[in-house]
Nanobody, 125 residues
């Protein structure tokens, strides 16, 4: 069974950058689609970005396209989310998720099979 643990959240000023990491246990990770979601207080969990097993396919919500970059290192069982030009509206708990398919363009939280515990990102104005 895959277990996911996120790192790298914190407090940053608007315009700043953060890099989130998600470390997966289990050697089937490298064949999964990985994604990042976020959830702000009082809001539903929303899709941020996803990446296929080889890193060749990526998908982003328009809200972060051009500012955030998802990547993965299968040798380290890790997926990253580089977040640049952060805005106060990016403030949320960020969650790593895994789908057992090698590539899927799923954007609904209920479609993902495994979840991390989340890491908080707070962007001050």
């Amino acid at each position: 069974q895959e277990q996911l643990v996120e790192f790298g959240g914190g407090l940053v000023q608007a315009g700043g950058s953060l890099r989130l990491s998600c470390v997966a246990s289990g050697h089937t990770f490298r064949s999964y689609t990985m994604a990042w979601f976020r959830q702000a207080p009082g809001k539903e969990r929303e899709f941020v970005a996803s990446i296929g097993w080889s890193g060749g396919y990526t998908d982003y919500t328009d809200l972060v396209r051009g500012r955030f970059t998802i990547s993965r290192d299968n040798a380290k069982n890790t997926v990253y989310l580089q977040m640049n030009s952060l805005k106060p509206e990016d403030t949320a708990a960020y969650y790593c998720a895994a789908d057992y398919l090698p590539w899927s363009d799923k954007r609904e939280a209920h479609e993902y099979d495994y979840w991390g515990q989340g890491t908080q990102v707070t962007v001050s104005s």
